[in-house]
């Protein structure tokens, strides 16, 4: 690539720099091997009744973005409302399947259908949501140079779907300005 580029290879800075890129490629998208789903297997006995909506906001997370290999960056919230009787996850399970699906190259759209879709096959739910809201630098960088746009998605399931009562009080709970990467 560098070849290609026109760029010296032989210089000292940059006589590694192949090896250092594919280690860093490596490193970003070492997710692609495992399974995200697997860190929804220890689960807890929800409340007997009116288990209520579990929410967590501003898990941050890095990706690589599919089309260009640049990074990608922004924040989720994850919401599911248990089923009767249903089993309940431990908190940082959430993050861990966030930050664990942005680990391989992907796009924001299937990030937030493959989160709400594991929460929905692992877990007993009447529902399952995920806002994120994401800096793509191969828009804000490069080709647009659209410094400071985001993009923001929503993926929602069940209850989250159908009662909009269910929906607008999760969207009341994830903050909009929970952004800390601003390209
Ligand atoms: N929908 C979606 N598009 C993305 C995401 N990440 C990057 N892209 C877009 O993927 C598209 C790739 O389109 P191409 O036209 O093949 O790439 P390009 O010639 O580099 O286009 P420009 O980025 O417009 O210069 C670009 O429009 C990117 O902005 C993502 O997560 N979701
Ligand atoms: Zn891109």
Redesign the pocket.
């Known amino acids: 690539m560098l070849a290609c580029l026109g760029i010296a290879c032989e210089d000292e800075h940059t006589i590694r720099t192949p090896e250092r890129f594919v280690r860093a490629m490596a490193e970003m998208t070492a997710g692609r091997h495992r399974d995200p789903h697997r860190f929804l297997d220890v689960t807890f006995p929800a409340e007997p009744t009116d288990p209520g909506m579990i929410v967590v906001t501003g898990v941050r997370f890095v990706s690589l ?4 290999l640049l990074p ?1 960056a922004g924040t989720a919230s994850v919401a599911y409302i248990p089923a009767p009787g249903a089993r309940i996850v431990g908190l940082s399970k959430l993050a861990r399947l966030v930050k664990e699906f942005a680990a391989r190259p ?6 937030g259908q493959q989160i709400v879709h594991a929460i929905d096959t692992k877990l007993s739910t009447i529902g399952a949501a995920c806002v994120i809201r ?1 800096s ?1 630098s ?2 804000n960088l ?3 140079h659209a410094q400071g746009a985001h ?1 923001v998605t929503t993926h929602v399931l069940g209850a989250f779907h159908d009662d909009p009562t269910v929906r607008a009080e999760f969207l009341s709970l994830t903050p909009t300005t929970q952004l800390d990467h601003n390209w």
């Open positions: 973005c599919q089309h260009h990608w992907q796009i924001q759209e299937r990030l994401a793509h191969c828009m490069r080709g647009a993009m």
